[in-house]
């Protein structure tokens, strides 16, 4: 049986430490985030046609390309973006 005298553990508002109360401190982070999420959103979706490109590929590519990117953040962006990848 659960005891009803538990505390019930509360966070605050503002628990993620990259986030504040003061979003304009913030601000140009986030924007930069948001921007490098939509390269490679599009990196991902010109290179996964035939959704047999792992995600590992994908790094590779983008290392050509430029842009320093984890295959782990890459199946993060995808996931988030709803893109398959094998």
Do not use: Y
Not at 8 to 20: G, H, M
Not at 45 to 74: D, F, H, Q, W, Y
Request: aromatic share 4%.
């Amino acid at each position: 049986m659960i005891a009803i005298s538990d505390p019930i553990r509360i966070e605050p508002w503002n628990f993620a430490p990259e986030r504040s109360n003061f979003p304009t401190r913030n601000l140009p982070n986030r924007r930069a985030e948001i921007a490098r999420e939509k390269q490679l959103t599009t990196l991902i979706r010109e290179n996964n046609r035939s959704r047999r490109t792992c995600a590992s590929k994908i790094a590779e590519m983008a290392k050509k390309a430029g842009i320093e990117v984890k295959p782990l953040e890459i199946e993060f962006i995808a996931a988030r973006a709803g893109i398959a990848i094998s």
